[in-house]
T-cell receptor, first 111, second 113 residues
Framework: EDQVTQSPEALRLQEGESSSLNCSYT??????LFWYRQDPGKGPEFLFT???AGEEKEKERLKATLTKKESFLHITAPKPEDSATYLC????????????FGTGTRLTIIP | NAGVMQNPRHLVRRRGQEARLRCSPV?????VYWYRQLPEEGLKFMVY????????ESGMPKERFSAEFPKEGPSILRIQQVVRGDSAAYFC???????????FGSGTRLTVV
């Protein structure tokens, strides 16, 4: 069974303090590692998809990287508006098109 | 609005009543997925549908839950005889095909009293 584990559960940073969020996955035949952002009371908002180890993608202050066992979401010089829950999800070979989600990292950026 | 539209946003039902949740996918998307999010838990897959077909319902409870995506109109997630444990946020997502990412709606928050 596919599994996705995210750490830490919660992270508080000062504005401008860079850090990384971790996503460990156990998936048979990875066909995509997804990162989403979720604000309270809203649906997940797509950020990135990574497909193979070594791949990196960037968007503003966010950069996602992928290895054979983990993915990292690096946040550089975060601002208060980056506060949200960040979700990681994996799509495996044998699960049709379903995504297996982690429980998320709740990020708070303090001004 | 080009996003996934879900309604209602909030739904309150008494135990034993039926709940109907609607999802209109992004225009041009023919793949629809339903996920459930319980408090302090991650999103859990329920069902994957294409027009008039259920492709994968491995995450759906065997009883009381059903889903459809008719040729015309929105996808419907139906929960019969709701119980308090059904209280959750239900999210719908759509995609153009399996090679593309998923766009999520804002969800329906079901409260069973």
């Amino acid at each position: 069974e596919d599994q996705v584990t995210q750490s830490p559960e919660a992270l508080r940073l000062q504005e401008g303090e860079s850090s990384s969020l971790n996503c460990s996955y156990t998936v048979s035949g990875l066909r995509g590692l997804f990162w989403y952002r979720q604000d309270p009371g809203k649906g997940p908002e797509f950020l990135f998809t990574l497909y193979s180890a070594g791949e990196e993608k960037e968007k503003e202050r966010l950069k996602a990287t992928l290895t054979k066992k983990e993915s990292f979401l690096h946040i550089t010089a975060p601002k208060p508006e980056d506060s949200a829950t960040y979700l990681c999800a994996a799509r495996g070979r044998f699960g049709n098109e379903k995504l297996t989600f982690g429980t998320g990292t709740r990020l708070t950026i303090i001004p | 609005n080009a996003g996934v539209m879900q309604n209602p946003r909030h739904l309150v039902r008494r135990r034993g009543q039926e709940a109907r949740l609607r999802c209109s996918p992004v225009k041009g998307h023919s793949h629809v997925y339903w996920y459930r999010q319980l408090p302090e838990e991650g999103l859990k897959f329920m069902v994957y549908l294409q027009k008039e077909n259920i492709i994968d319902e491995s995450g759906m409870p065997k009883e009381r839950f059903s889903a459809e995506f008719p040729k015309e109109g929105p996808s419907i997630l139906r929960i019969q005889q709701v119980v308090r444990g059904d209280s959750a946020a239900y999210f719908c997502a759509s995609s153009r095909d399996s090679n593309y990412g998923y766009t999520f709606g804002s969800g329906t928050r079901l409260t069973v009293v």
